[in-house]
């Protein structure tokens, strides 16, 4: 059990620039979930996957924002003409079925300039 | 829309002494889970409580479940410095997605 990876670590782009960050879960999990997290508060959901599906998306979610995870196995956050209010730690997290604990990656911190 | 508030926020004790923190939640559910988060660092799963009246202890840790009054508690027994981090309480409410909601975080100082 690698545990889940996440990269970037730490990506710094300027306004209105388009990112990618990737995921890779552990193995063996079938769910894959994104979260937001700013400092001082508790991680908000952006997107749930069971496999290669895309079930649910949060409303924090705008059409800049895109996820896929082809396959089933590694997913992809895009975020499209970033903004200053994109700045985050975008977490991953990926789990057995409920009501198995999700396990998170140590994210990707999102700095615009 | 699912609210979960923690209490409190911050909390500053000695080395030995006891406290609880509180998180509660505003639907019904019956699947909380508790996090810790180090600096810098990703969340760690401390607890998983599923059902009215669940209890589960770690070490110096325990966490309790009262899904009538909606309400779960992390009671820390003779802290010791190794337990300052922040401690996030998530509930499930969905039917299916295991799509979490996040209290605030309690950040923990235990000083010496």
């Known amino acids: 059990d690698t545990g889940v990876s996440q990269d970037p670590r730490h990506k710094i782009t300027k306004r209105g620039q388009n990112v990618t960050f990737r995921c890779d879960p552990i193995s063996e999990h079938n769910r894959l979930y994104w979260y937001r997290q700013t400092l001082g508060q508790g991680p908000e959901f952006l997107t749930y996957?069971?496999?290669?599906?895309?079930?649910?998306k949060s409303r924090l979610l705008s059409d800049r924002f895109s996820a896929e995870r082809p396959k089933g196995s590694f997913s992809t956050l895009e975020i499209q003409r970033t903004e200053q209010g994109d700045s985050a730690m975008y977490l991953c997290a990926s789990s057995m079925d409920i009501p198995q604990p999700q396990h998170f990656g140590d994210g990707t911190r999102l700095s615009i300039l | 829309e699912l609210k979960v508030e923690q209490n409190p926020l911050f909390l500053s004790m000695q080395e030995g002494k006891n406290y609880t923190i509180y998180c509660n939640y505003s639907?019904?559910?019956?699947?909380l889970y508790w996090y810790r988060q180090d600096p810098g660092k990703s969340l760690e799963s401390l607890f998983v409580l599923l059902s009215n009246g669940a209890v589960k202890q770690e070490g110096r840790l325990m966490a309790s479940l009262d899904t009538k009054a909606r309400l779960s508690t992390l009671h820390i027994t003779a802290a010791v410095h190794d337990l300052s981090a922040t401690y996030f309480c998530a509930v499930d409410s969905s039917s299916n997605t295991g799509k979490l909601i996040f209290g605030q975080g309690t950040t923990l100082q235990v000083k010496p």
């Open positions: 639907t019904t559910s019956d699947r």
């Open positions: 996957f069971q496999n290669e599906a895309q079930l649910e």
